[in-house]
């Protein structure tokens, strides 16, 4: 398997446009998740899914932002206008029931 | 509720001596608690889980860890440090026995001076 794919690895945007993320997890994965890294605020739980459905988007941190996932092998995470302070690397993990996560290696965004 | 602590944010150590990053965690359920790895520029790579069974789990790279219930803690450990085990430590916890998402701490940043 080749593991949490996602991309783009590096993201550049002016503030006010939009950006999509993706990701694939790994096959058979039923959780995903999104987190978020910053030096300020460390690792944040955005969302996560079970089985394509979300269940606690409680770490998303404003409407700009929405994720979904269409379908087992795909998701996207949004952000609707874009800010300089979303600037952060972003990582989608996928996970087993209990299991810890395999995390991608994540989309890096500048918001300018 | 969930959480993981890591209480120290940096962490020196020669190498060839031994280390621990120190991890204490709550949880309202039984703690499936994890530790990964950091390395500048890549993705969280996991080192070692405990799940059940025996409180000493060992893992990747030499990294093991103790899991010990009445100090809620889960100390990361390695006998004889490397200067390339220099990196950003997190320990992570899950409730099995309630909301099922994957809780970080602030991380440890590990350094291993030569």
């Known amino acids: 398997d080749a593991g949490v794919i996602q991309s783009p690895r590096h993201e550049v945007t002016e503030m006010g446009q939009e950006v999509t993320l993706r990701c694939k997890p790994i096959s058979g994965h039923d959780y995903l998740f999104w987190y978020r890294q910053t030096m300020m605020r460390g690792l944040e739980l955005l969302i996560y899914?079970?089985?394509?459905?979300?269940?606690?988007d409680s770490g998303m941190p404003e409407d700009r932002f929405s994720a979904k996932m269409p379908n087992a092998s795909f998701s996207t995470l949004k952000i609707q206008p874009s800010e300089p302070r979303d600037s952060a690397v972003y990582f989608c993990?996928?996970?087993?029931?209990?299991?810890?996560?395999?995390f991608g290696s994540g989309t890096r965004l500048t918001v300018v | 509720a969930q959480s993981v602590a890591q209480p120290e944010d940096q962490v020196n150590v020669a190498e060839g001596n031994p280390l621990t990053v120190k991890c204490t965690y709550s949880v309202s359920g039984n703690p499936y608690l994890f530790w990964y790895v950091q390395y500048p520029n890549r993705g969280l790579q996991f080192l070692l889980k405990y799940i059940t069974g025996d409180n000493l789990v060992k893992g990747s790279y030499g990294f093991e860890a103790e899991f010990n219930k009445s100090q809620t803690s889960f100390h990361l450990k390695k006998p004889s440090a490397l200067v390339s085990d220099s990196a950003l430590y997190f320990c992570a916890v899950r409730d099995y026995g309630g909301a099922n998402n994957l809780f970080f701490g602030t991380g440890t940043r590990l350094t291993v001076i030569p």
């Open positions: 993990a996928s996970s087993l029931a209990g299991g810890g996560g395999t």
């Open positions: 899914f079970n089985n394509n459905v979300p269940i606690d």
